[in-house]
T-cell receptor, first 112, second 111 residues
Framework: DADVTQTPRNRITKTGKRIMLECSQT?????MYWYRQDPGLGLRLIYY???????NKGEISDGYSVSRQAQAKFSLSLESAIPNQTALYFCATSQDSTDTQYFGPGTRLTVL | RKEVEQDPGPFNVPEGATVAFNCTYSNSASQSFFWYRQDCRKEPKLLMS???SGNEDGRFTAQLNRASQYISLLIRDSKLSDSATYLCVVSHTGGGNKLTFGTGTQLKVEL
């Protein structure tokens, strides 16, 4: 079984809809991250969490919110989806003491 | 100027060739450096960390030049399976584990 899982893997939604992307990990890591990847722009950090009570905005948090329900779960929400949020979204985890991050398989989101 | 810059490629090389990628970073406070590999539509995976003294893992060699603020990756004896996008990644002090990713260099190894 994969250490970092994301659901759904693919999602098509309409402008204005609320959508939640979920991430779960079995690695026992405290730190979790959400990124989006767009062609030509690389991965950009949306939100990150160093533990259940610590949530921080990344470089592109506008239009997104997150919830850290437990050490193993970190959800990303789009309150009112818009077409320019169409992207590939990755969740990642890391241990406190290292910079190495482990990524989930990604969620491909299309907003029409 | 982007924090981490890479030539997007693609680099098309024959099997068995040696290929090198460079990456430059703008934040002189950067502390940790990595190369990640990303296959098409898949998640990035750590290829190797980059140390000041340079490091080698089989056919892959990574080097860091702090004075010039660049990182390199050398792949010897390229295999078809090396075809992927290689992401240069940097972490700086004060950022915890936050990483800054380059946009990647695409490598295509051909018969």
């Amino acid at each position: 079984d994969a250490d970092v899982t994301q659901t759904p893997r693919n999602r098509i939604t309409k402008t204005g809809k609320r959508i939640m992307l979920e991430c779960s990990q079995t690695k026992g890591h405290d730190r979790m991250y959400w990124y989006r990847q767009d062609p030509g722009l690389g991965l950009r950090l949306i939100y990150y969490s160093f533990d259940v009570k610590d949530i921080n905005k990344g470089e592109i948090s506008d239009g997104y919110s997150v919830s850290r329900q437990a050490q193993a779960k970190f959800s990303l929400s789009l309150e009112s989806a818009i077409p320019n949020q169409t992207a590939l979204y990755f969740c990642a985890t890391s241990q406190d003491s290292t910079d190495t991050q482990y990524f989930g398989p990604g969620t491909r989101l299309t907003v029409l | 100027r982007k924090e981490v810059e890479q030539d997007p490629g693609p680099f098309n090389v024959p099997e068995g060739a040696t290929v090198a990628f460079n990456c430059t970073y703008s934040n002189s406070a950067s502390q940790s450096f990595f190369w990640y590999r990303q296959d098409c539509r898949k998640e990035p995976k750590l290829l190797m960390s980059v140390y000041s003294s340079g490091n080698e893992d089989g056919r892959f060699t990574a080097q860091l030049n702090r004075a010039s603020q660049y990182i390199s990756l050398l792949i010897r004896d390229s295999k078809l399976s090396d075809s992927a996008t290689y992401l240069c990644v940097v972490s700086h002090t004060g950022g915890g584990n936050k990483l800054t990713f380059g946009t990647g260099t695409q490598l295509k190894v051909e018969l």
